[in-house]
């Protein structure tokens, strides 16, 4: 043998436990690192769905309302003797900026939240009935095709002006056209639901976004307004959803789109010019100031989230407004800014109604006061679930 001596095949030496746990610590962080992703990704994704299908869920409610509706099935109130009242949420009478005459301001159609049973072949419960026709046939006692109405549950029922001033008279909620008669038209829950769910299909497709819709006369023309929002169970995966009733005062009165009336404290106004009310300073046009932060962040109550982020407002002047800054609770900063400068109103009296002096109208348009009232839909409804502002437009029926 020579001199050199053979060897066993090489020992490479293994990792020791301080290097190992050091690779998993880092290993560690990176993960966490890309999870932390996942759910701004997830959000930034359902936003941009929101983005695209708001819209088309809108345009496919404006083409069944029309496929159901004829401008010629509305009527004026001063048909029927009545003013311009809006009933807010909480159950109280608000009165609004009269218009010309023949016009008439939002108003939302009539919610049944209970199955009539003298009408097997429609659930009413969850349904929008735009006129009001359940309510005035059972107050009229009349009967529609052999069936009658005396029966009807109206503690089930929620309507604009329902036991208004005047001893309730005719017609509750949107007027219609008393030349033509009462017309019944219902929209139900799942009318109102996209993807589209038949009643009885036994699909078992859950929708994912809903809509809601409002109705004025302007300048002797129907407009509806419409917002959709989508309900947001935990876990994200679309659950049956059915609009439930108030409560307390608020359980006659339309639930959705809610109003809510900036005229009273802590609230101020949205008006052209921003904070200041001066449209040359321009960085505040968008603002409005809410007055409202407290120190103990809380969260905000229903008639307070048309503040929150990515919100969709509707103001008396038909103006949509979208909440580009909002409040997610009340210690957040007491502005908010929207995505465009608030609009100032022109002079002209179907936008801003005539000036009256001493009860008598002067033939003047009124002042612009800016958005008194505003309809939303809230974040969460009278059965504490979730609910997400995704789109509202407004169009002529």
């Not at 966490?32 to 695209?52: H, T, V, W, Y």
């Not at 109705?215 to 509806?224: K, L």
Request: glycine content about 10%; charged content about 15%; some cysteine.
């Amino acid at each position: 043998m020579t001199g050199k001596q053979r060897h066993g095949p090489a020992r490479r030496r293994a990792f020791s436990l301080v290097e190992l746990l050091l690779a998993v610590f880092i290993l560690g962080i990176g993960l966490i690192g890309i999870s932390a992703l996942f759910p701004a990704g997830i959000a930034q994704q359902r936003q941009a769905s929101d983005d695209i299908m708001g819209p088309v869920v809108a345009d496919s409610a404006v083409a069944l309302l029309r496929a159901r509706l004829s401008p010629q099935l509305f009527g004026t109130l001063e048909a029927f003797g009545q003013q311009q009242i809006v009933t807010a949420n909480s159950g109280a009478q608000l009165p609004v900026q009269p218009t010309v005459e023949g016009d008439w301001t939002w108003r939302r159609p009539s919610f049944l939240f209970e199955d009539f049973a003298a009408t097997p072949l429609v659930n009413e419960a969850g349904a929008i009935d735009i006129f009001s026709s359940y309510y005035s046939l059972n107050q009229l006692g009349a009967t529609v095709n052999d069936v009658s109405f005396s029966g009807l549950n109206i503690s089930k029922l929620a309507a604009e002006n329902y036991d208004a001033p005047g001893g309730g008279s005719l017609p509750t909620g949107i007027p219609w056209n008393s030349r033509t008669g009462l017309p019944v038209v219902l929209i139900t829950q799942g009318e109102r639901a996209f993807p589209q769910v038949s009643e009885g299909s036994g699909t078992t497709q859950r929708p994912v976004y809903f809509w809601e819709c409002m109705f004025r006369r302007f300048a002797g023309r129907i407009q509806v307004a419409v917002f959709v929002y989508r309900v947001a169970p935990a876990g994200g995966e679309p659950r049956p959803y059915t609009v439930a009733q108030g409560t307390g005062a608020a359980a006659t009165v339309p639930p959705m789109p809610y109003l809510v009336d900036l005229s009273v404290a802590p609230f101020s106004r949205l008006r052209a010019g921003g904070l200041d009310g001066n449209l040359a300073t321009f960085l505040d046009n968008s603002s409005v100031a809410t007055q409202n932060a407290t120190t103990t962040p809380t969260e905000l109550s229903r008639e307070h989230t048309w503040q929150s982020p990515n919100q969709w407002l509707l103001d008396q002047y038909g103006d949509v407004h979208r909440v580009a800054v909002g409040r997610r609770n009340s210690r957040d900063a007491a502005n908010i800014t929207l995505s465009r400068p608030i609009p100032q109103q022109p002079a002209i009296p179907e936008v801003r109604g005539l000036l009256q002096v001493g009860g008598t109208v002067n033939g003047t348009p009124a002042p612009d006061l800016g958005g008194q009232f505003l309809w939303f839909m809230p974040t969460f409804d009278s059965q504490s679930r979730s609910l997400r502002a995704v789109y509202a437009t407004v169009q002529e029926l």
